[in-house]
């Protein structure tokens, strides 16, 4: 099984099905890459992000990690959305979580996981800030499902704080991020309402926060 046969012949198919429908996709691939979105989500296999959006490969950057987060010192997540702005001049920048994040789940457990548990640590910060809003809420589940949109919105200010987002914003480059979150239970993505695309947008948010 070293060569993983099925997965071999499902590219083929894959690759025979584009080329039957358009002859031309692989060829106009090779030219070149000009995506109109760059999406941070998270690594978790059920969510498939050009699936969710509807968008075929060439359409959508995609950075992936645990529990889509966005931290000042990772230079992956960071030279990713650097190349994403300054040298394909992405203008869209989406944050997406999903419901039931095991990441989220995790973060907020009293047991250990191991080396991950340091890479959780930024979500148990957001619990512990949250503490009193999130204590109201009596059903686990739906408590669970609000740290997951927390965790979106302190990713998106995270984003809009990079030197990187905020050098575009200064020289006038339009670049707008967003935080949107994925339901895994119907399929649908919602907006949670946290739109920047402005220093202004990002300094009043901070505020209200």
């Given at each position: 099984?070293?060569?993983?046969?099925?997965?071999?012949?499902?590219?083929?198919?894959?690759?025979?099905?584009?080329?039957?429908?358009?002859?031309?996709?692989?060829?106009?691939?090779?030219?070149?890459?000009?995506?109109?979105?760059?999406?941070?989500g998270?690594?978790?296999?059920?969510?498939?992000?050009?699936?969710?959006?509807?968008?075929?490969?060439?359409?959508?950057?995609?950075?992936?990690?645990?529990?889509?987060?966005v931290?000042?010192?990772?230079?992956?997540?960071?030279?990713?959305?650097?190349?994403?702005?300054?040298?394909?001049?992405?203008?869209?920048?989406?944050?997406?979580?999903?419901?039931?994040?095991?990441?989220?789940?995790?973060?907020?457990?009293?047991?250990?996981?191991?080396?991950?548990?340091?890479?959780?640590?930024?979500?148990?910060?957001?619990?512990?800030?949250?503490?009193?809003?999130?204590?109201?809420?009596?059903?686990?589940?739906?408590?669970?499902?609000?740290?997951?949109?927390?965790?979106?919105?302190?990713?998106?200010?995270?984003?809009?704080?990079?030197?990187?987002?905020?050098?575009?914003?200064?020289?006038?480059?339009?670049v707008?991020?967003?935080?949107?979150?994925?339901?895994?239970?119907?399929?649908?993505?919602?907006?949670?309402?946290?739109?920047?695309?402005?220093?202004?947008?990002?300094?009043?948010?901070?505020?209200?926060?």
């Open positions: 099984m070293r060569k993983l046969p099925r997965l071999f012949e499902n590219n083929r198919n894959w690759a025979t099905r584009i080329q039957a429908a358009n002859p031309d996709f692989f060829k106009s691939l090779v030219a070149q890459q000009s995506p109109g979105y760059l999406w941070i998270c690594a978790d296999s059920r969510v498939p992000a050009n699936e969710i959006v509807g968008l075929p490969p060439g359409e959508l950057f995609v950075h992936r990690n645990v529990a889509n987060l931290i000042h010192t990772d230079m992956n997540c960071l030279s990713v959305l650097q190349y994403a702005v300054e040298f394909l001049k992405i203008e869209h920048v989406i944050v997406c979580g999903h419901y039931g994040c095991g990441g989220v789940i995790a973060s907020i457990e009293e047991r250990p996981h191991g080396l991950v548990d340091n890479w959780l640590r930024h979500i148990r910060d957001i619990y512990q800030r949250n503490q009193d809003a999130l204590g109201q809420i009596k059903d686990r589940k739906q408590m669970l499902d609000r740290l997951c949109e927390l965790n979106v919105i302190e990713q998106v200010i995270n984003l809009a704080n990079t030197t990187i987002v905020q050098d575009a914003w200064n020289r006038g480059q339009p707008t991020v967003h935080g949107w979150i994925y339901d895994i239970s119907d399929g649908l993505l919602r907006d949670l309402n946290v739109c920047l695309q402005s220093l202004q947008e990002l300094q009043a948010i901070q505020n209200q926060a």
